[in-house]
């Protein structure tokens, strides 16, 4: 984290706002259907009686954002990104628990959020942020940094997909330092990783936060070369399996692994947490989520299946280049 003069948060709002709209145009093109848009703003609400609190929107939280949403669509079953720009009073637990000399700072967010859960089995689910966090006190400066990544969550494997992925992510990150790719994948790795079922989420990615190296024109052009590394990172995966074959088996398997998305978004994720903590906007917030998912009781693959092979030659952490 660095503590300086205030990064531009201007260009920051600028990029992202953009980010964002390339990722719908693009996906938009492939599905064939457009995404819905919902802007929204939020303001401080009123105290609740005898507390001296804010109310739903928590103490002092405002600000706004959009959401773009599709669900039913031809290739993407749910997906959604989601801009927002909040700025609250306090910051919530979850975001001073690892950094308490700056609890009690009011704060100011903006970052873009994304995530795909596509029809098809063999495509996998992809998710995607970059974001900037100020951290403020009167009479100091402001402590500010960037985070963000992409990781992958396939249903069925297959190595060439992962490959690319995580090809196309140390792309992104080697012109800032050769060092940040090794560095942020297994940050990833550590991260995505449900401590109660001892099992990766996907076959990871890259993962950053509290990053502020080499000032802010450097992390700043760090955060959008992974912004911008999105779409040549998932959307040729998409195309090759959107088409794929598949039958109710295939669909039962990935209904079962998204519910490990699920466990994983609302017991450890920290932007969920920390957007549910603040008092942030639950309909965006929540828009991770699939639509469709199952759970069983002590579940076991066939041994020698494609679903077994999920989990012996994809879950669990290695270098794919």
């Not at 706002?17 to 390339?22: A, G, P, V, Y």
């Not at 992962?162 to 790795?189: E, I, N, S, V």
């Not at 090759?240 to 609302?266: C, S, T």
């Amino acid at each position: 984290m660095t503590t300086a003069t205030a990064p531009d948060t201007v260009a920051i709002k600028t990029y992202l706002l953009d980010l964002q709209s390339r990722i719908v145009i693009a996906l938009e093109t492939l599905d064939g259907l457009p995404f819905r848009t919902d802007a929204w703003d939020r303001t401080p609400s009123p105290p609740s009686p005898g507390t001296g609190e804010g109310g739903k929107a928590g103490p002092g939280l405002n600000g706004g954002g959009i959401s773009r949403l599709i669900e039913e669509g031809r290739v993407l079953e749910r997906g959604g990104v989601n801009f927002s720009h909040v700025l609250g009073e306090r910051l919530p637990p979850s975001a001073s628990a690892h950094r308490p000399e700056l609890a009690g700072r009011h704060w100011e967010a903006m970052g873009v959020s994304l995530v795909f859960h596509p029809r098809n089995p063999y495509a996998p689910t992809v998710h995607m942020n970059v974001r900037c966090f100020v951290a403020m006190k009167d009479g100091e400066d402001p402590v500010w940094w960037f985070g963000g990544g992409m990781d992958l969550t396939p249903y069925y494997g297959f190595e060439e997909d992962a490959r690319h992925f995580h090809a196309t992510c140390k792309t992104a990150l080697d012109p800032f330092g050769t060092d940040l790719h090794p560095r942020f994948k297994d940050w990833c790795d550590r991260y995505f990783f449900l401590k109660h079922r001892n099992e990766p989420r996907g076959i990871g990615g890259v993962f950053f936060d509290d990053f502020s190296e080499g000032g802010f024109d450097h992390a700043f052009g760090m955060t959008k070369s992974v912004g911008d590394a999105f779409l040549a990172a998932y959307l040729p995966i998409l195309e090759r399996r959107k088409d794929h074959p598949y039958g109710e088996r295939e669909r039962d398997f990935q209904a079962y692994r998204r519910g490990r998305y699920v466990e994983f978004n609302l017991v450890y994720d920290r932007g969920t947490l920390f957007g549910l903590q603040s008092g942030g906007r639950t309909e965006s917030i929540l828009m991770s989520l699939p639509p469709i998912v199952k759970w069983r009781y002590d579940w076991h693959p066939e041994p020698g299946s494609a679903e077994a092979r999920l989990y012996s030659e994809f879950l669990h952490a290695r270098d794919w280049l």
